[in-house]
């Protein structure tokens, strides 16, 4: 059998980038470490950069096995009709509309969904819900879920919630999770599950209740695959492509 064709979404870069290595040309990326889970397991990793032209995302979801959302630059508030905070952080318009595109077809299309981090709060954004636009400003009482020496991860733990997909993946009712995110659910869609959250409240993970695999954990599985729980997680996702792809 061919191993699932599994696409994943991409950073951007805008065109007055003015890092280094942009060189203020506009550039699609991805942390490589999203390449090499994906390469752990058995299926075909493949770059959807962000295209602007989306006449043919039903076309393209139906080619596809599976969609992972990849984390990156802020969801654009302005998706979830509220202003943007001004501050230091990147934002990333294109790719948000583009994905929130990329989830209703794959839901339509019943392709099965990993979020991660951003692609967590995205499956949020795409079906209703909204988000913290930077939980230190915003969430009183919220404990770091980022480190002032990004990208060094920081950690805490997460609960797991009994009954969920997520439980039955990690079979765990708590895992330590890194953390490397200022922004965060903050009203959650009405279709969705609360499945993971930190101590002080914030959502860690969420999923839609019913068979099709729609996932999201604000932590990230791809740093620390020495983890059977990041292991497990993708191993469950790529199930369900496969299952999927075979009762097409
Ligand atoms: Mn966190």
New binding site residues.
């Given amino acids: 059998m061919k191993p699932p064709l599994i696409a994943f979404t991409m950073d951007q870069s805008p065109a007055a980038d003015v890092r280094p290595f942009a060189r203020g040309r506009e550039l699609y990326f991805i942390n490589a470490v999203y390449v090499r889970y994906l390469e752990g397991a058995d299926c075909l990793p493949m770059a959807l950069p962000t295209l602007l032209d989306h006449s043919r995302i039903p076309s393209l979801i139906a080619g596809i096995d599976g969609l992972l959302l990849t984390g990156g630059d802020d969801v654009y508030a302005g998706a979830y009709g509220e202003e943007v905070i001004p501050g230091q952080w990147r934002i990333d318009p294109p790719r948000t509309f583009f994905e929130i595109e990329l989830i209703r077809e794959a839901l339509h299309q019943h392709k099965p969904l990993f979020g991660i981090c951003r692609g967590c709060q995205m499956i949020n954004v795409a079906l209703g819900g909204s988000l913290w636009q930077d939980i230190a400003s915003q969430a009183p009482g919220a404990r770091q879920?980022r480190s002032p020496e990004s990208p060094i991860l920081t950690y805490?733990p997460?609960a797991i919630a009994a009954g969920s997909r997520l439980h039955a993946i990690v079979g765990r009712e708590s895992l330590t999770?890194n953390?490397s995110?200022h922004q965060?659910i903050r009203k959650l869609a009405p279709q969705l599950q609360i499945t993971a959250h930190?101590e002080d409240g914030?959502i860690?993970g969420i999923e839609l209740p019913g068979e099709d695999f729609v996932l999201g954990v604000?932590?990230h599985p791809e740093t620390m695959d020495e983890m059977s729980s990041s292991r497990a997680l993708l191993e469950a996702f790529l199930a369900s492509c496969r299952e999927r792809s075979l009762a097409r």
């Fill in positions: 879920h805490h997460a999770v953390s995110h965060a930190a914030i860690e604000q932590w």
